[in-house]
């Protein structure tokens, strides 16, 4: 993503899914948070001033929330790469996205405080 285009940033996103690469992951479930720069032209709600011309932050993050708590993944980066898409599918202003998901205290033998994944998808 050009660090000079338009940009919309929910960072901090978390919510409490059931995606991971054994059974009891997928029962037990995590705790996960997401970041996302949305690449949209904001120069008509610049002037506007107006909710129509945007993309609604709050509605993606509604969405992104239902996504990652309703769906059920194996990996990480399948679980980015469906909210990508999701994204991309239900809101044409988005031009392109940088997400990333991390997984909040991961079971692994070690003391790590996330593992996760960034990804970038356009149109």
Do not use: W
Request: charged share 25%; net charge negative; aromatic share 8%.
């Amino acid at each position: 993503m050009d660090a000079r285009s338009d940009a919309i940033l929910i960072q901090g996103l978390e919510f409490y899914g059931y995606h991971g690469a054994s059974d009891e992951e997928q029962e037990v479930g995590h705790r996960f948070v997401i970041d996302v720069v949305l690449e949209v032209d904001l120069s008509v709600a610049g002037k506007s001033d107006a909710l129509a011309d945007t993309v609604s932050y709050a509605r993606v993050a509604r969405r992104l929330v239902e996504v990652g708590t309703h769906d059920k993944y194996r990996l990480v980066e399948a679980l980015a790469e469906g909210l990508c898409q999701m994204v991309l599918l239900e809101f044409p202003g988005v031009n392109a996205l940088e997400l990333c998901v991390r997984k909040s205290y991961p079971p692994v033998n070690m003391i790590v405080s996330s593992v996760g994944v960034r990804i970038y998808r356009s149109r």
